[in-house]
């Protein structure tokens, strides 16, 4: 069956710009997962939605980021008034009834 | 809290030997235990998965990892490298079986086989 996607897979964008990032999380996957991957930091929790529980927003690391999950599926990451230190590639995950997940291929964000 | 060390950032091999690459980690919580492999510019990719059952976990692709509680570790292995086990190799841990959790992640290490 299709996997986690992501898209765009690629997005340069220039400083001060907002972006979004769509996830789509293999279906009937009930929770799902946005991590960050940069040199330096490694691989980072972002946020964390569960069903319809209030997500956890604890790895997000400024209010310029926000995400939103719709209809339990389809999830969209938006950085507001992009920095450079926001490049980075941005991972989605979904899982189902076990703490196993499973990964989209992820979206490149570059700011210049 | 929990966390993970790699211990080592780079592992070269000669194909055709063995693959050691250590992982030890820190948790409050009976842990899960995770390798997830990163191939260049690819997703990441479950190797294989600890969850409190068999103490030895076999994985894709002829790896193995074992579970030693005295040692905190999670080493993963495999007999003999192969050219295409070039890649990142990510060692993660999580709550345990309790539902939902995020995963932390080792630092990476990278390895790289010789013909």
């Known amino acids: 069956g299709a996997g986690v996607s992501q898209s765009p897979s690629n997005k340069v964008t220039e400083k001060g710009k907002d972006v979004e990032l769509r996830c789509d999380p293999i279906s009937g996957h009930t929770a799902l997962y946005w991590y960050r991957q940069s040199l330096g930091q490694g691989l980072e929790f972002l946020i964390y939605?569960?069903?319809?529980?209030?997500?956890?927003k604890s790895g997000l690391p400024s209010d310029r980021f926000s995400a939103e999950r719709t209809g339990g599926s389809v999830s969209t990451l938006t950085i507001q008034r992009t920095q450079q230190e926001d490049s980075a590639v941005y991972l989605c995950?979904?899982?189902?009834?076990?703490?196993?997940?499973?990964f989209g291929p992820g979206t490149r964000l570059t700011v210049l | 809290a929990q966390s993970v060390t790699q211990l080592d950032s780079h592992v070269s091999v000669s194909e055709g030997t063995p693959v050691l690459l250590r992982c030890n980690y820190s948790?409050?919580?009976?842990?899960?235990l995770f390798w997830y492999v990163q191939h260049p510019n690819k997703g990441l990719q479950l190797l294989l998965k600890?969850?409190?059952?068999?103490?030895l976990v076999k994985g894709i692709n002829g790896f193995e990892a074992e579970f030693k509680k005295s040692e905190t570790s999670f080493h993963l292995t495999k007999p003999s490298a192969h050219m295409s086990d070039a890649a990142e190799y990510f060692c993660?841990?999580?709550?345990?079986?309790?539902?939902?959790?995020?995963?932390?992640f080792g630092k990476g290490t990278m390895l790289l086989v010789s013909p």
């Open positions: 948790s409050s919580y009976s842990p899960s």
């Open positions: 600890y969850t409190s059952a068999a103490t």
């Open positions: 939605f569960q069903g319809n529980s209030a997500p956890d």
């Open positions: 995950a979904s899982s189902a009834s076990s703490d196993t997940q499973y």
């Open positions: 993660v841990v999580t709550r345990g079986n309790s539902g939902y959790s995020t995963l932390t």
